[in-house]
């Protein structure tokens, strides 16, 4: 095997391993949405006991991008893809992270139902796991107009954020039998928000790919 074909096969295998571990934490979402929805205790206990999965899935990322750099020495458009994934797999890991702590807390309900709290956390919810499968899907597919379009789109969770907001404080203000669950729906809503921002940022990292720059900045 030349050297360049080795070369390849490691870019392959990054991709595969990006691939999947976006693949797990899209599936950790989903699963996540739908015990929040059935307020499924069991479903939200086994998410948040399974956090170790995306860490490993991180760590072994991060080897086989500095194993490249360092053997392989890459340059132009391969070492914009091998450094944009060592930024990409950090927030992916950070968006399973949000989902975790988002389990956490729905570990703490019982019979709580969402809508009594604020009608904004449903969509809220839709419109985050949303960025998350369409930034990832732009930075596997290296589809830079996908990626604009998810980053246009972070003004909706923006907003919705506010909305929850605005439902919860209304609500404390009226008076509330269980000002706890209001806390709790406003870290929901500020971990969604991050969740967003980590969408974001693996779609600038898509365009840093392409272009070598970030943010209009050129970097390399």
Known sequence: MTTRVSFEHELENLKNSLDEMSLHVEHSIDKLFSAMEHMDQELAEYLYKNDRVVNDMERSIESQC????TRQQ????????????LKVVTDIERIGDHSVDIAELILRWKD???LNYSA????????????VHRAVSAFTNKDMDAAKDVIKSD?????LFNKVKFDVIDLLKRGTDNPDI???IMMIAKYLEKIG????NIAEWEIFRETGSIRDI???
């Open 74 to 85: 890459p340059v132009a458009g391969d070492l914009r893809l091998v450094s944009s994934a």
């Open 155 to 159: 003004d909706v969770v923006d907003e």
């Open 120 to 131: 904004h956390i449903s969509p809220m919810i839709e419109a985050s796991k949303d960025m």
């Open 112 to 114: 709580v139902e969402l």
């Open 197 to 200: 921002d980590h969408a974001v």
């Open 182 to 184: 209001c806390i709790d």
């Open 218 to 220: 050129r970097l390399l």
């Open 66 to 69: 500095l194993s490249i750099i």
